[in-house]
Structure formats: C-alpha cells, structure tokens
C-alpha cells in the first residue's frame, strides 16, 4: 500500500472558474446601490428618476443572474424605488407651483383689464339690508373686498379691511364673500367688521363674476369706474394710497369736463 502512488488532486478547469468569478461579481449590486443613493439624493430636483431607473435595473438584474451580495442589490432597489418615488412627487409638486403661477399671472392680467371701466350692471344687497349698486354708492368711493374665509390671507387682510372701513365712514365699504353662508359672515365679524357683510351669490356683471382669487378687493370711484383691483395681500397703508388715487382720478376729471 505504502508503494502505491497518491492521486493527484482534481484541479477545476479555468473556464469554470470564470463561471464562477462572474456569478459573484458584485458590480451590478453595487452600482444598484450607487444609483439608488444617487436617485434620493437628487430626487428634490426632479432627476432623480433616472438614477432610480438604473438602479432598479441593476438590482434586477443581480438578483437575475448572480449570486452573493443579494443584500446590497435588495438594498440598491428599496432606495432607488424610494428616489423614484421621491422625484415623482417633486415632479408633482413642482408642476402644480408653476400653474398656480400661470394662473396667478393670468388672473393679474385680466383684473389689470378691469381697471378704468365701468361694471356691468350690480347690485349687492348685505345681511343688515344695505343695498350697493351704481345707482346707491353714485357719488362715492366704493371699496369690496371680496373673499373667502378657508383663504389664509383673508384673516389678515379683513381685518385691516374692517379697521379701515371704521376709520372711514364717508366711504362705502363692503365685505362680500360670493360662495359663502353664514359661516362667512361670522368671519367677518369676527374680525372686526362693523361694516356691511354680504354673502351668497348676487345679480352681478363684470368684473365681479370673474374674480376667483380670494382676498380680491376692488376700488370704485365717485363715477362709477373701477379704479383697482387688488388681488391677494394688502394692508392699511395700502388701502389708504388706493382711496387717495381714486379721490385724484375724480378731480382730474373734473377739470377736464
């Protein structure tokens, strides 16, 4: 037996080998897990929805067609799914920003057009029973602020609206909330206002029947012309230079005629 020769050992052949390096190489996962951190990084800018895409695919494809480093290729998908997800809602998010912003400028160009035109014909009749048209408010400066009490700017600007329309009797003032009940109301006297307060819709023309921003406040002159339209924020400051314009605008004309 001691004279026996020993076999010699088995030696796999190097194309086996390769096979074998090959199933777990970690590339793929790796870059799936590169890419995935790379895809919720730049998810806030949008584009990191691509990096998510090919981190997914890595992923796949690992789990696919190698072996080993499954844990790091699980890893790469769950984070690119994540940034996927993640650009997405910034796509969203920011593609509802700019149509508001649209919007916005569309609204300011058309309220812009209101100005220096006569209404169509309006009338407004408040809760206490006070009626405003051309023909009641002939003679006076007119400020209505239209708005809407689930606006956020509203709290702010009918109070300054209320302080100013107690400080100014000679003018008339109006609070008008067009889609609102009695809830509406409350919130304006809520916030001050002694003034008179309408709500629900009313038999009105341009440029009342166009306005959607809320707060929108709308100055007439002694005329009858509208002489602003203020969408969104204003203050007391504000109120008073917009009053003073449309006080000027009637003198201008006056010396004209």
């Given at each position: 037996?001691?004279?026996?020769?020993?076999?010699?050992?088995?030696v796999?052949?190097?194309?086996?080998?390769?096979?074998?390096?090959?199933?777990?190489?970690?590339?793929?996962?790796?870059?799936?897990?590169?890419?995935?951190?790379?895809?919720?990084?730049?998810?806030?800018?949008?584009?990191?929805?691509?990096?998510?895409?090919?981190?997914?695919?890595?992923?796949?494809?690992?789990?696919?067609?190698?072996?080993?480093?499954?844990?790091?290729?699980?890893?790469?998908?769950?984070?690119?799914?994540?940034?996927?997800?993640?650009?997405?809602?910034?796509?969203?998010?920011f593609?509802?920003?700019?149509?508001?912003?649209?919007?916005?400028?569309?609204?300011?160009?058309?309220?812009?057009?209101?100005?220096?035109?006569?209404?169509?014909?309006?009338?407004?009749v408040?809760?206490?029973?006070?009626?405003?048209?051309?023909?009641?408010?002939?003679?006076?400066?007119?400020?209505?602020?239209?708005?809407?009490?689930?606006?956020?700017?509203?709290?702010e600007?009918?109070?300054?609206?209320?302080?100013?329309?107690a400080?100014?009797?000679?003018?008339?003032?109006?609070?008008?909330?067009p889609?609102?009940?009695?809830?509406?109301?409350?919130?304006?006297?809520?916030?001050?206002?002694?003034?008179?307060?309408?709500?629900?819709?009313?038999?009105?023309?341009?440029?009342?029947?166009?306005?959607?921003?809320?707060?929108?406040?709308?100055?007439?002159?002694a005329?009858?012309?509208?002489?602003?339209?203020v969408?969104?924020?204003?203050?007391?400051?504000?109120?008073?230079?917009?009053?003073?314009?449309?006080?000027?605008?009637?003198?201008?004309?006056?010396?004209?005629?």
């Amino acid at each position: 037996m001691s004279g026996e020769p020993m076999p010699e050992a088995e030696v796999a052949p190097e194309w086996a080998l390769d096979d074998e390096r090959r199933l777990r190489d970690p590339r793929m996962a790796k870059t799936a897990l590169i890419a995935g951190i790379a895809s919720v990084v730049l998810a806030p800018v949008v584009v990191g929805a691509l990096p998510g895409a090919i981190g997914l695919h890595s992923g796949r494809t690992h789990l696919r067609t190698r072996l080993g480093s499954r844990g790091l290729a699980w890893t790469g998908i769950v984070l690119s799914a994540l940034g996927t997800l993640l650009a997405a809602a910034s796509a969203v998010t920011f593609g509802m920003i700019l149509m508001l912003v649209l919007l916005q400028r569309s609204a300011i160009e058309q309220a812009r057009g209101w100005v220096g035109t006569h209404p169509e014909p309006w009338s407004i009749v408040a809760t206490d029973g006070t009626t405003f048209s051309p023909e009641t408010t002939r003679g006076s400066i007119v400020l209505i602020d239209i708005f809407a009490p689930q606006a956020p700017v509203c709290r702010e600007t009918s109070t300054f609206f209320a302080a100013f329309a107690a400080a100014h009797p000679e003018l008339k003032t109006l609070s008008w909330a067009p889609e609102g009940g009695a809830e509406s109301e409350a919130f304006a006297r809520d916030h001050g206002a002694a003034h008179p307060v309408a709500i629900g819709p009313h038999p009105v023309g341009d440029p009342f029947i166009h306005v959607a921003a809320k707060p929108t406040l709308l100055v007439i002159d002694a005329e009858g012309v509208v002489r602003a339209a203020v969408l969104g924020r204003y203050d007391a400051e504000g109120l008073r230079k917009l009053v003073e314009e449309a006080g000027k605008e009637r003198q201008e004309n006056g010396k004209r005629k």
